[in-house]
């Protein structure tokens, strides 16, 4: 992108028709960039009296250059949908998303929307399609509040051709999160790391590791009411 002050309009919506329902839409107005238009759509669907649940998900993400084009003429889209599972504290998911051959996915805003976004990786590529599975567990079942964690693993397949070829990637994801409450309530501790495989018959691919520890505080400022 040639430039780094270019404004942005974003107007939107969301309707929750029922406890267990929930749609939105987005459009992003980046002047002399790109116009991009989002939807996501969640259900919850409750299968057993014991709390065994089903989650539903879609999405969809258009994106289209305009004025300018400092970003380069695209007309790229991207299509996903996600299931998890939960039971007394387990969630097991599975996402999918497909990506336009023609673009890449632009995330100006270093945030992507796609159900694949891994802690490295977006899978977001040309003509990439990736599939992800998942496993989270929340220790409050078994009495240790504020103490859960998670894996996830994403394979994405990219085309070896053509204008948008590139490396074939895979993403091992792992996380522990800790609260520890009471009297250091608003502490929150993380710590994640990432494995990531790429397609060595590419120049740009590369294997590399990743761990973050993360220690953050909620800090709450005002006068509490009487």
């Given at each position: 992108v040639d430039k780094s002050n270019i404004p942005v309009t974003m107007a939107g919506g969301v309707w929750e028709p029922a406890d267990n329902y929930k749609f939105q839409l987005w459009d992003y107005f980046a002047y002399e960039y790109f116009n991009g238009f989002y939807f996501q759509g969640d259900a919850?669907?409750?299968?057993?009296?014991?709390?065994?649940?089903?989650?539903?998900?879609?999405?969809?993400?258009?994106?289209?250059?305009?004025?300018?084009?400092?970003?380069?003429?695209?007309?790229?889209?991207?299509?996903?949908?996600?299931?998890?599972?939960?039971?007394?504290?387990?969630?097991?998911?599975?996402?999918?998303?497909?990506?336009?051959?023609?673009?890449?996915?632009?995330?100006?805003?270093?945030?992507?929307?796609?159900?694949?976004?891994?802690?490295?990786?977006?899978?977001?590529?040309?003509?990439?399609?990736?599939?992800?599975?998942?496993?989270?567990?929340?220790?409050?079942?078994?009495?240790?509040?504020?103490?859960?964690?998670?894996?996830?693993f994403c394979n994405g397949d990219t085309p070896a051709t053509g204008p948008g070829a590139s490396p074939s990637q895979k993403e091992y994801d792992a996380y522990i999160y800790y609260n520890p409450g009471g009297k250091l309530e608003g502490l929150h501790l993380v710590l994640k790391s990432a494995i990531v495989d790429?397609?060595?018959?590419?120049?740009?691919?590369?294997?590399?590791?990743?761990?973050?520890?993360i220690v953050s505080y909620d800090l709450s400022f005002g006068i509490r009411p009487e």
């Open positions: 919850s669907l409750l299968l057993a009296g014991d709390g065994l649940t089903l989650g539903v998900s879609l999405q969809g993400w258009d994106q289209r250059s305009l004025g300018e084009e400092v970003g380069g003429e695209f007309n790229t889209c991207f299509g996903g949908g996600m299931l998890d599972l939960s039971w007394k504290g387990f969630t097991l998911s599975s996402a999918y998303t497909i990506v336009d051959r023609s673009h890449r996915v632009v995330n100006p805003w270093a945030v992507s929307f796609s159900f694949n976004s891994m802690i490295e990786e977006d899978f977001d590529h040309a003509g990439e399609e990736a599939f992800s599975v998942g496993f989270e567990y929340d220790f409050s079942e078994l009495g240790i509040d504020g103490f859960s964690t998670s894996a996830y790429s397609q060595q018959s590419f120049p740009e691919g590369e294997d590399y590791h990743d761990i973050r520890f």
